[in-house]
């Protein structure tokens, strides 16, 4: 779950439209009983069929999440909204998800309220996508100056504490021979389960400072202070967001209007 920001051209938005306005022709007589679910299904077939996203890869960074006309923010400690203002420590600048250099930051000049927002662009933007831009590369600029600290919360409060210093680093090594060979989908190996959290087998995090306080959940927990080596991966969205900003402005000189859909 989190936020997803798709761009889509003109052609791409009337066919959709055009799509959901047969779509509910054809469910209100459904509805009505003017026909059977059967004829439903059947009918649902032939009506104007709803376009994908198409999505168009970072001229930069072509295997990036981001693209040209896709953004997204996770909800987790991950997600570019939680991510870009730890690191530029701007955290306190705001609530979320719209502090200093959030998507929402980035976005603010255009002076929209996305929430039901209807999404239409036209040449009005054109001054506001440019400055949303500037923004976007200035946060690049700012992330790479950035010293990249984030916190991690760790902790379970649902198992009372019970191992000791060395049970602990016996369970550890143990973890550690049972996974020997296997592949992770979590990088180093990292994963969190009923008796702790394993940052990584090898490389693990660049820890600065660890204290015991409260977590997100209101409950116990470890917060460790670590320095990040994903940053670069956060420069790399910034400046494919202001891609994006490029790419809606093209969308509009060329079709006259584009479309912007904020979901999440």
């Not at 020997?180 to 600065?208: A, H, I, M, N, Q």
Request: aromatic share 10%.
């Amino acid at each position: 779950m989190g936020l997803d920001v798709y761009l889509y051209s003109a052609e791409a938005r009337e066919h959709n439209e055009r799509h959901d306005r047969e779509w509910d022709a054809l469910w209100q007589r459904k509805k009505k009983g003017g026909i059977t679910e059967e004829q439903f299904d059947a009918l649902h077939k032939e009506i104007t069929q709803y376009a994908r996203h198409e999505d168009a890869p970072s001229k930069r960074y072509p295997d990036h999440l981001f693209n040209r006309r896709y953004l997204r923010s996770n909800y987790n400690d991950g997600g570019f909204n939680h991510a870009v203002p730890d690191f530029l420590s701007t955290s306190d600048s705001g609530t979320y998800p719209a502090q200093d250099g959030s998507l929402y930051w980035i976005f603010e000049p255009m002076g929209r309220e996305w929430d039901g927002d209807e999404g239409t662009l036209t040449a009005e933007d054109v001054p506001k996508l440019q400055e949303c831009k500037a923004r976007a590369l200035e946060v690049a600029d700012r992330l790479r100056k950035a010293d990249p600290l984030r916190v991690e919360e760790i902790g379970n409060a649902l198992v009372p504490p019970t191992m000791r210093a060395k049970e602990f680093l016996s369970w550890f090594r143990q973890q550690k021979a049972s996974r020997e060979g296997k592949k992770s989908p979590f990088g180093d190996g990292g994963y969190s389960c009923r008796e702790g959290t394993v940052l990584g087998f090898d490389k693990g995090l660049d820890v600065l400072a660890v204290t015991m306080g409260i977590g997100t959940l209101g409950k116990p927990s470890a917060l460790v202070i670590y320095r990040s080596d994903s940053i670069d991966s956060y420069v790399q969205s910034a400046e494919i967001t202001a891609e994006f900003c490029d790419e809606a402005i093209a969308l509009i000189e060329r079709d006259g209007s584009a479309y912007l859909m904020w979901s999440g």
